[in-house]
């Protein structure tokens, strides 16, 4: 987990938020900008031709002698300030305060003399510096409500973002109850769910193993104390008794390492690794006759591990076997769909009431119940897991008349190879 957490560590620099938003920002800003600069070319390229045509217009429109009323009927037609003045810039007619005004086009008519123009706010060649009005002043008031939205919609994206980091950073410390829970359909939502089936899945396995650690380390006790015990006084007395319980212990310990084993390596690979037709009344038939069982039915073949399903019929017997009386009974059938159903039955004491569920727990022991007596292992739950892998389930009954008696399904479209 030290190693997890070093990955998630919180980043130096800007956070996520500044680097979006200023990213928003700045691209506005470039457009503005931008924006701005082809409004005045294409201002300066309008005016260009509008001059050429004002002089033009002026020096048709304005007689050499006396132009003092032609100046005044286009003042008047035009809606502006006009004033006409000499080469050496004596004023020859119109508005002589022109000179100091702002705003104010000038026409060099081919004559030499100067056509002074103020023109109103409709003037088409005026331009922003005509009639007061700055492009970049509304390109700015954009710009900045575009900001202003961008900043709650970045701040909403990058929270999300930041539960979704701080999440994963207390996961990879070590707490793996976290879990991040964003609700929605883009792909942050899509992130946080993933990484809460994945912490979900982790924390599952590890709780799992831990488990299986404490109950199998309890479990070995039993057997290596009695193992140890015999072997102290076998060394006394070297009796057959004494050697046959050696052998005993060391055949459970065996097992039960066997049935670890398995347990951990059913958890973690997927699938089965062999596939082979598999005669489920003949291999009942077999591992029946260890405890001399009542096996029949018909002849059902399934493809599936040879090796899982012989510890499964092999777990079923031995179950009944330890924790019911005999006669066991047991009858293999074809299943609906395909499969086969396979139901071991004892005459035992049958299972305590609310426990046919929690014996398919790994290790588990009823309440009350001594540690000499003990408890149903990795049995059961090995049982549940094969069954599982192969495309069933399993699932404990009361038969009438008293006893206990599990029911599997094997085989058929769900076995996962």
């Known amino acids: 987990m030290a190693r997890l957490s070093a990955f998630v560590r919180r980043p130096r620099g800007l956070s996520l938020f500044w680097k979006i938003y200023l990213t928003v920002v700045a691209a506005v800003l470039v457009v503005a900008v931008a924006g701005a600069i082809v409004f005045r070319i294409n201002a300066a390229n309008e005016r260009g031709p509008w001059a050429e045509r004002g002089r033009t217009f002026f020096a048709r429109t304005l007689p050499a002698e006396d132009p003092g009323p032609a100046l005044a009927r286009l003042s008047d037609a035009l809606g502006a300030d006009l004033a006409l003045r000499a080469p050496d810039g004596r004023l020859i007619a119109g508005d002589p305060g022109l000179d100091l005004a702002r705003r104010v086009l000038v026409f060099t008519l081919p004559d030499g003399r100067v056509v002074q123009a103020r023109f109103g706010r409709d003037d088409p060649a005026g331009g922003d510096e005509d009639d007061g009005r700055n492009p970049l002043v509304p390109i700015a008031i954009i710009a900045i409500l575009i900001a202003l939205v961008a900043y709650p919609v970045v701040g909403h994206l990058t929270r999300r973002l930041e539960r979704l980091r701080v999440g994963v950073e207390a996961w990879g410390a070590g707490d793996l109850s976290v879990r991040v829970g964003l609700a929605g359909g883009d792909e942050v939502a899509a992130v946080a769910r993933s990484f809460d089936a994945a912490a979900e899945t982790v924390e599952r396995l590890v709780a799992s193993h831990t488990a ?19 072997i102290d006084l076998w060394r006394e007395d070297p009796r057959p008794a004494l050697e046959r319980e050696i052998v005993t212990s060391l055949s459970e310990l065996d097992a039960l390492v066997e049935e670890i084993l398995m347990a951990s390596r059913l958890e973690h690979v997927a699938g089965l690794e062999r ?69 071991v039955r004892d005459h035992g004491p049958g299972l305590p009431d609310g426990e046919s569920e929690r014996v398919f727990e790994a290790f588990y022991r009823p309440a009350g119940r001594a540690e ?44 996962r190879g």
């Open 372 to 415: 000499a007596a003990g408890g149903w292992g990795l049995g059961l739950s090995l049982v549940r897991q094969i069954a599982r892998r192969h495309g069933g389930d399993v699932l404990a009954v009361r038969p009438e008349g008293g006893g206990a008696m599990f029911v599997v399904e094997v085989g058929g479209a769900g076995s």
């Open 212 to 230: 299986l650690l404490a109950n199998a380390s309890h479990e070995l006790r039993s057997p290596l104390a009695r193992l140890r015990m015999a």
């Open 275 to 343: 596939i082979e037709p598999v005669d489920m009344l003949a291999l009942a038939a077999e591992e029946g006759a260890r405890v001399d069982a009542l096996v029949e039915g018909e002849a059902v073949e399934i493809p599936g591990d040879p090796r899982l399903l012989r510890r499964l019929v092999r777990n079923l017997f031995q179950n009944a076997a330890r924790h019911g009386a005999p006669p066991i009974e047991a009858r293999v059938a074809a299943r609906a769909g395909g499969g086969a159903v396979i139901s």
